[in-house]
């Protein structure tokens, strides 16, 4: 195996498996290692990915390693990465997904869980501080920034302040759009809901089962609660196949997992059709993840040659962002609730700022800490 592809498959293979957090910390993560530690990528270059992945539905995190793979290690790296930032999660759901159809019920790692979120908050402020001079590139693009953090904070819809950022900046800067390209970035959401057709209520099937998360994944954009808002209609309501409490503990096993909070498809599909349909709900809803990857992918240097839509790259990543600012201050406020886990935190941001210690040593960290005081106490 090429040395590239090797470097590929191990840090996706070992964040798959220890990158807790959500989208926001398994980006924060991935800047920590390939910009900061290993230099595949440059701030800048980085940056224009984060907004690149927000403009195209699905798990924006998993796309992130998918095109980081592209670029370190070709198309092979493209395969290898969005496979081996998965595989690691799913395995781990699978197994919580027997036990909990042998003894109903999910197991509890909140202790483990309290000590490693503190750690998250700082890797996702180290990652704001490192990128934010890139992406406030003037008074501009800090009004919409802050815009962005407020509203984003008030609860407005995270897919209108990304494309209303991007056509606020072109508007600052006097410049209008050019139909063709604009049209093809614009276009894409449209084509994942295209994608996303599927038969109405019907008995259980496997079909049916992969062609329900296939539209899910082609179409859904925003955070867990909107994957939750989507899957509820479609599984509980639409289709009858889950209750609203087992609904609530597949997502709460996409949460409490290493990985992409997708493979809550993984739990769901195994309820549902054990081994096969726990297979067919994962590949159902990341598929359209590597579709809209290899399609936007090549857009991106067109997008950076035009003065036109570069600006509007420039204002979807400021706010993409902000939106990054506002995950860390809701999942601040509910983790650093005590003085243990704010020293933790702030521990963890020294240690990243002033060494080139790695992340998975101050998660393991954050874990035994987060262990240890649930076994005391």
């Known amino acids: 195996m090429p040395t590239a592809l090797r470097e590929v498959a191990t840090l996706f293979l070992r964040l798959g498996a220890t990158a807790f957090g959500g989208p926001a910390a398994h980006i924060a993560l991935m800047h920590d290692d390939v910009v900061r530690r290993r230099r595949w990528l440059t701030d800048a270059e980085f940056l224009d990915l984060i907004g690149l992945v927000n403009l195209i539905p699905g798990p924006n995190s998993t796309e992130m390693a998918i095109h980081v793979g592209k670029r370190r290690a070709g198309w092979r790296g493209f395969a290898v990465a969005g496979l081996a930032f998965v595989l690691p999660a799913v395995a781990i759901v699978l197994a919580l997904a027997w036990a909990y159809v042998e003894y109903g019920a999910t197991p509890q790692v909140a202790g483990v869980l309290a000590g490693i979120k503190p750690v998250v908050i700082a890797l996702i402020a180290q990652a704001l501080w490192s990128l934010g001079p890139r992406a406030v590139k003037g008074p501009a693009t800090a009004v919409i920034g802050?815009?962005?953090?407020?509203?984003?904070?008030?609860?407005?819809?995270?897919?209108?302040?990304?494309?209303?950022?991007?056509?606020?900046?072109?508007?600052?800067?006097?410049?209008?759009?050019?139909?063709?390209?604009?049209?093809?970035?614009?276009?894409?959401?449209?084509?994942?809901?295209?994608?996303?057709?599927?038969?109405?209520?019907?008995?259980?099937?496997?079909?049916?089962?992969?062609?329900?998360?296939?539209?899910?994944?082609?179409?859904?954009?925003?955070?867990?609660?909107?994957?939750?808002?989507?899957?509820?209609?479609?599984?509980?309501?639409?289709?009858g196949w889950l209750t609203d409490p087992q609904l609530l503990d597949a997502v709460a096993i996409g949460q409490v997992t290493p990985g992409p909070l997708f493979t809550s498809a993984t739990f769901i599909g195994y309820l549902l059709g054990g081994l096969p349909g726990a297979l067919l709900a994962t590949l159902g809803i990341f598929l359209p993840s590597f579709i809209f990857v290899a399609l936007s992918g090549p857009l991106l240097r067109r997008l950076r040659g035009s003065p036109v839509m570069g600006s509007f790259l420039d204002g979807v990543n400021v706010s993409a962002l902000a939106l990054m600012a506002v995950v860390a201050w809701r999942l601040g406020r509910g983790s650093l609730v005590d003085v243990p886990t704010a020293v933790i935190g702030v521990i963890a941001l020294v240690l990243l700022t002033r060494t080139k210690i790695a992340s998975l040593w101050l998660i393991g960290g954050g874990a035994a800490f987060g262990l240890l005081r649930t076994i005391v106490g």
Do not use: Q, W
């Open 146 to 239: 802050l815009a962005a953090l407020a509203l984003g904070l008030a609860g407005v819809n995270e897919i209108l302040l990304l494309f209303g950022g991007g056509v606020l900046l072109m508007a600052a800067r006097g410049l209008k759009p050019a139909p063709g390209l604009s049209g093809a970035v614009l276009g894409l959401p449209a084509f994942g809901a295209a994608t996303g057709l599927v038969a109405a209520a019907a008995p259980f099937s496997l079909t049916t089962l992969f062609l329900t998360f296939l539209k899910i994944g082609a179409v859904m954009y925003g955070s867990g609660y909107v994957l939750l808002a989507f899957l509820r209609a479609d599984l509980v309501t639409r289709l």
